[in-house]
Each structure stands twice: as C-alpha cells, then as structure tokens.
C-alpha cells in the first residue's frame, strides 16, 4: 500500500511561467510554496507571489536550475514536503527525481524508473512495442560506424530521420533522403546530441512525411489507475517546436480518438505509469497512430486540455503524487466542451527566428473574456538570454473552433509589447491560412506557408 504524503510545502524547482502556473495552484490548495532563482530572474513576479524565495545561483543554467545540488539544499533548508519539476530543466532528470525522493521529499511527477526507462527514446519505444503500442520500425542505437548507419538505413528504407535517443524537442532530429548524406548528417547530429544532452546515442526511423502530431494527456495514481484526459493536436511547428496547440484535435474521427485513448490506457496502466505524462503520436490517415515518444511531466500547453475539460492538472499532478486515488481526484466523467486554441509568443524575429532577448519596455497582455495569459513577466522585465526565449502562451476558449481562431486572433492584437521583437506577426499569419482555418494541419503547414510568404 502507498503511503499518502502530508504536505504543507512546495519547492518549485523552475522559473518563469511555469513556476507561476504552480505557484498559483498551491496557494489555491492551501500550501506554502517555495520559488527558486537565478540572478538573471531576481525581478521576475513569481518570486513575489511564492512564500519564500530562495536565489540558487548565476544566470547560467548549469550553475541554478540544473544545480541538483543547491536544489536539494534548499529543499532541506526550508523543510519542503514536495517538490514540482516544472518542465523542461530537471523534470525528466531520472536521477535527480532519486534524490528528492531519497532526501524524504515527494517528488511530483512520475517514478524514477519510469522516468529512466521512457526518456530514453529506443527504450522506450521497446517497452510500448512489447505492451502492444502501434508504430513504425526503428533501427537499434547505433554508433560512430557508418557502416552501421548505412546497413540499417537500407534495411529501413528512405526518406529515414536521424534521432537522438536521449533527447527531446525536436534538437538533433535531421532528415536523411538519401545514403548520400548519411556521411555529414550522422556526425552533425551526434555533435548536436552530445552538446544538447551529453549524450550521442542515435537512432533511425521512417520520416513520415506530413504527419499530424497527436498527444494524449495522462493521469494516473500509484495504485493502477490511469485516466486520459483526451488529447491536443500540436501539428502546427516550425522546425519540430511546437507554435499552436488545440484542444480537441480537429477533423479526426472521435471513435479512432477514443479507441487510441482506451489503448493506451491499457498500456500504461500494465506499465504501472503514475501521477502525469503525454503519449505524443503521429497520425497520418492511412498509417492511423504510430507512436512517438512520452513525456514525463507537465507539458507547457497543458492549459487548452484544461481548458476544454475544466480539470486543473497541475492540482490533480499534485494531489495523485502524494497519494491520492485517481477516482478521488477525477469526476466519474469528463466531458468535452468547446474548443481551445494556444500561442506561443516568442521574444524572437518574426522573419529570421532568432531570439530577440531585451527589456519589455511595454508589456499589456489582452484582458478579454475567453482569453488566458500565462507569463514569467511584466512591463520592465527583461528577457534574459539565458534561457528559452518564451514570453507568454495566450489561450483562447471558444465553442466553435472558428470562434477560438477568432478570438485568439483578436487577443494577439491586443497584446501589447515593445523592446523586444516577437513571432506575433508570425503566429497571426497562420491563424489567417485557409488551410489553417479548415484544419488542413499537418506538421508541414508552417513550412507552406512561410514558403508562401517568401514569394
């Protein structure tokens, strides 16, 4: 039997939005939270809206929000019951998760074990095959041998994609159209790998080539019980990062959804999966699902499930990992309703897409009904080039995704922010897109249409 944790407070191992998204969440539970921060994040506003704040370093990753060690000092020193990850940093950190749990602090995400296995993507692509998850045929990790390379590329066949097996976000991920390039491309990505993750395990796999990205949003007690929230369609991405999310996935077949759901269901639960996590898909129709990988954690545009479900994940992520029962935390029965569509506003060149760090020298977010901000900032805040340019993520909630394009359109043009540039011009041209508007999405469609505006 798992022992329920009492806790009364929260290191928030993260900055920014993020951090301020659970912030609010355990103020609204009753509990004390504790915020960390670099010296590039001294005046950012989560710090003013946690309990206690605590400073954990330079601005450089490596040295604060990476630094396991400073983390868990002050985890001791403030005497935390829990510790929420975030996403991104340390939250698929296998290793670090051992850490809180073995300095007596819950962790909130999912087990260590599960987090080593499913982060390492030729893992965990064994483990989902073995428990009957659909999906296209990879090679094994290979090597610096490009004789290797080349035998199981021709095995697999071309167009083929080059993937790091430890890594995520769509780094290091090259195409290969031909055996031609296998000779620059295999030494480009395992140098990218090594920098990104430290590590320079590869894989091959079948490029499909015009997917649609499906995931489908998990919870899950300790006890067997796992839930799918429904899903969200991230298709629209330039160079495989994620630009717009939608919730519900438009134009697919809601009985092929929900069979995808119940399967994985099914597979998590004989995988013992618990607390929170996303199965990411790719779904073409003549292929239907094949998986991708899992993520581990929150994922930063779990708001427009929220949205559509009225479920806050963030309390449920909470509640399930100090050992509550799923049926407790969730209604008998979560219905859809509406439709919602997520930007994310990036301080970055709308042409060039290079990042755009600065002071906000103006910083007015929409205030409209049916629109969320989530944000790290506020007017006089700079955005530090330290760390991923994201500046804010507008949701907007609509009965009709028609409506929901709409009024996030509308939203975008109110917000206002000057000193640095954003992808807002970028972002208001793909919500103008027929294509776009008819949910003709793939992960391709960026890529048309900034082809399109280059004529």
């Known amino acids: 039997m798992v022992a329920t944790v009492n806790v009364k407070r929260i290191l928030v191992a993260n900055r920014g939005a993020i951090a301020r998204r659970v912030i609010r969440a355990i103020r609204e539970m009753g509990l004390e939270s504790v915020a960390v921060y670099s010296e590039a994040d001294k005046d950012l506003p989560y710090l003013q809206e946690a309990d206690f704040a605590e400073c954990i370093g330079p601005p450089t990753p490596l040295q604060s929000y990476l630094n396991q060690q400073i983390i868990l000092k002050v985890a001791r020193d403030y005497e935390v019951d829990a510790l929420h990850p975030g996403y991104g940093f340390l939250s698929e950190n296998a290793d670090f998760a051992r850490a809180v749990q073995k300095a007596g602090v819950c962790f909130i995400g999912p087990s260590p074990d599960l987090i080593q296995m499913l982060g390492h ?52 991920m090259l195409p290969l159209f031909s055996a031609n390039q296998i000779a620059t491309e295999w030494p480009r990505a395992r140098s990218i790998s090594e920098r990104s993750f430290g590590r320079t395990d590869l894989y091959l796999e079948p490029f499909i080539q015009a997917p649609r990205h499906i995931e489908f949003q998990f919870l899950a007690d300790k006890y067997g019980g796992v839930r799918c929230i429904y899903e969200r369609d991230c298709s629209t991405q330039r160079r495989h990062q994620k630009v717009l999310e939608e919730a519900p996935a438009p134009a697919l077949d809601r009985d092929c959804v ?198």
């Open 121 to 172: 993507k030729t893992q965990a692509r064994d483990a989902m095959r073995a428990a009957g998850m659909p999906m296209v045929d990879s090679s094994d990790v290979l090597g610096d041998d490009l004789a290797e390379v080349h035998a199981a590329a021709e095995r697999l066949g071309f167009p083929l994609l080059i993937k790091p097996a430890s890594g995520g976000g769509g780094i290091g």
């Open 258 to 455: 929900a069979a995808m759901a119940a399967q994985l269901e099914k597979i998590l639960a004989a995988l013992r999966y618990d607390v929170i996590g996303t199965v990411e898909m790719l779904y073409t129709p003549d292929r239907g699902f094949s998986f991708l990988e899992v993520n581990t954690r929150l994922q930063v545009e779990h708001a427009v499930t929220e949205e559509v479900t009225g479920i806050d994940l963030v309390k449920a992520q909470i509640r399930l990992a100090t050992g509550e029962q799923i049926d407790d935390v969730l209604p008998k029965t979560i219905s859809l309703g509406g439709h919602a569509l997520e930007a994310r506003i990036y301080a970055e060149d709308p042409v060039r897409f290079i990042p755009s760090p600065g002071v906000l020298k103006e910083f007015v977010p929409p205030s409209m009904e049916a629109v969320r901000v989530e944000t790290g900032y506020q007017q006089g805040s700079r955005i530090s080039s330290y760390y991923d340019p994201l500046v804010a993520k507008v949701i907007a909630k609509a009965e009709t995704r028609d409506a929901a394009i709409q009024i996030l359109s509308a939203a975008l043009q109110a917000f206002t922010i000057s000193g640095v540039k954003t992808n807002i011009p970028f972002i208001q041209r793909v919500l103008a897109d027929k294509d776009f508007g008819r949910a003709v999405v793939s992960t391709e469609i960026v890529q048309r249409i900034l082809a399109d505006s280059a004529k």
